[in-house]
């Protein structure tokens, strides 16, 4: 319930639909680090089920938002891939998605840190969370891939070297 939809623009022929949580209260100029949750294989089968499918929703509760120290809380946006055209976090929704979270950045850039965005997925969320922080290593604060479905060769490994990364 406390979760809004969002829509990225078109990009590469491919919109990624989104559901996201604001920390951000009346009057608040806090900067909030942003966490973007990528789900794995089949979660993304209709609109919010990427929201349930992990219990991801959870980390928009009072306990989870005060683990946020430094700012009280944290903007979470969870993506949802095009799995109604069979595309598990496919190498093509790659620039999608970094459409779709340019475009919310900017919607909420006045409360967003942009110093402190974070990766994290689990299985083919944990692979598009690595094929990001490789696409994109310094937009990503640190990356936090679960049982990813990829592992990195040495030259796209190598992109990451200066990147903290929490792999599970």
């Given at each position: ?20 949580f604001s920390p951000v ?25 990427q929201l349930t499918a ?29 799995e109604e055209e069979e ?82």
């Amino acid at each position: 319930e406390q979760f809004e939809k969002g829509k990225g623009p078109e990009a590469d022929g491919y919109s990624i639909d989104y559901r996201y949580f604001s920390p951000v209260k009346e009057d608040d100029t806090t900067k909030y680090p942003l966490v973007v949750w990528l789900h794995g294989m089949g979660d993304g089968e209709y609109e919010g089920k990427q929201l349930t499918a992990q219990e991801i929703a959870l980390w928009s509760s009072a306990e989870y938002q005060s683990r946020f120290k430094n700012s009280g809380g944290a903007f979470i946006i969870a993506p949802r891939s095009v799995e109604e055209e069979e595309l598990y976090w496919d190498d093509c929704l790659i620039y999608p998605l970094r459409a779709a979270l340019d475009d919310f950045i900017e919607q909420h850039r006045e409360n967003i840190d942009v110093s402190r965005i974070y990766v994290g997925g689990y299985s083919m969320g944990g692979k598009m969370t690595l094929k990001m922080a490789v696409a994109y290593p310094e937009f990503f604060a640190a990356a936090f891939p679960i049982c990813p479905a990829w592992a990195p060769d040495k030259e796209a490994a190598a992109r990451l070297k200066d990147m903290p990364l929490w792999l599970t």
